[in-house]
Nanobody, 127 residues
Framework: QVQLVESGGGLVQPGGSLTLSCAAS??????????LGWYRQAPGNQRELVAV???????NYADSVKGRFTISRDNDKETVYLQMNSLRPEDTAVYYC???????????????????WGQGTQVTVSS
């Protein structure tokens, strides 16, 4: 069974940087592996797309993070990363790693049954 484990969250001041990691296990990376995504959810809000990367390295970002966040993957390590720069208070949320359901790449707003999720990691941007 596929498992995703996120790490790297924490408290950071506005303008600061953090790098999130998500390690996959369960034979998910045969060949180039699956589509991998990062989503976030703040209290009272829907779970929203942050960024997604295909096995071949094509990416898509939410408009709110373009130019500030970078998604990347290391297929040998079965890990996906999210480099977050110029963080803002509105980036505060729980960040989740995701493998989408078969036939899907991503969704702008998704429910908890949209594929496989990690346990989430809290990112708090505050002075």
């Amino acid at each position: 069974q596929v498992q995703l484990v996120e790490s790297g969250g924490g408290l950071v001041q506005p303008g600061g940087s953090l790098t999130l990691s998500c390690a996959a296990s369960g034979s998910t990376f045969s060949g180039y592996g699956p589509v991998l995504g990062w989503y976030r959810q703040a209290p009272g809000n829907q779970r929203e797309l942050v960024a997604v990367i295909t096995p071949g390295g094509n990416t898509n970002y939410a408009d709110s993070v373009k130019g500030r966040f970078t998604i990347s993957r290391d297929n040998d390590k079965e890990t996906v990363y999210l480099q977050m720069n110029s963080l803002r208070p509105e980036d505060t949320a729980v960040y989740y790693c995701n493998i989408p359901p078969p036939g899907r790449w991503y969704g702008d707003y998704v429910s908890q049954d949209f594929g496989t999720w990690g346990q989430g990691t809290q990112v708090t941007v505050s002075s």
